[in-house]
């Protein structure tokens, strides 16, 4: 059975860090696109980052990109979002998503995605 699995979410001051982790099971994340997505309240959901092992690829929304860092451990088959210099917008549910096609172009639409974890909420407040 597939399933993502999101952790590390939590309350952070404005300035800390944190890593989330994206636990996967029924298939492995070296031979797949993982994205993780997240979706502020009030507002629509946004793809922030993405990762394809297999060709060392990683890639990151532009507003994020000096400070989300997206990697993958595959012994533990686990993606991880590690994020610095957080910021109150930076308030969110983060998903992780594994994505039917082999590329990540395009994955910030949210489309052509597979399976979908069921979210950790970071609060990032003072």
């Known amino acids: 059975q597939v399933q993502l699995v999101e952790s590390g979410g939590g309350l952070v001051q404005p300035g800390g860090s944190l890593r989330l982790a994206c636990a996967a099971s029924?298939?492995?994340?070296?031979?797949?696109?993982i994205a993780w997505f997240r979706q502020a309240p009030g507002k629509d959901s946004e793809g922030v980052a993405c990762?394809?092992?297999?060709?060392?690829?990683?890639y990151y929304v532009d507003a994020v990109a000096d400070r989300f860092n997206i990697s993958s451990d595959t012994a533990k088959n686990t993606v991880y979002l590690q994020i610095h210099s957080l910021k109150p917008e930076d308030t969110a549910v983060y998903y992780c998503?594994?994505?039917?096609?082999?590329?990540?172009?395009?994955?910030?639409?949210?489309?052509?995605?597979?399976?979908w974890g069921s979210g950790t909420l970071v609060t990032v407040s003072s």
């Open positions: 990762i394809y092992r297999r060709y060392n690829g990683a």
């Open positions: 998503a594994s994505r039917k096609s082999p590329f990540c172009a395009g994955y910030h639409s949210g489309g052509d995605m597979a399976y």
């Open positions: 029924g298939f492995t994340v070296e031979h797949s696109v």
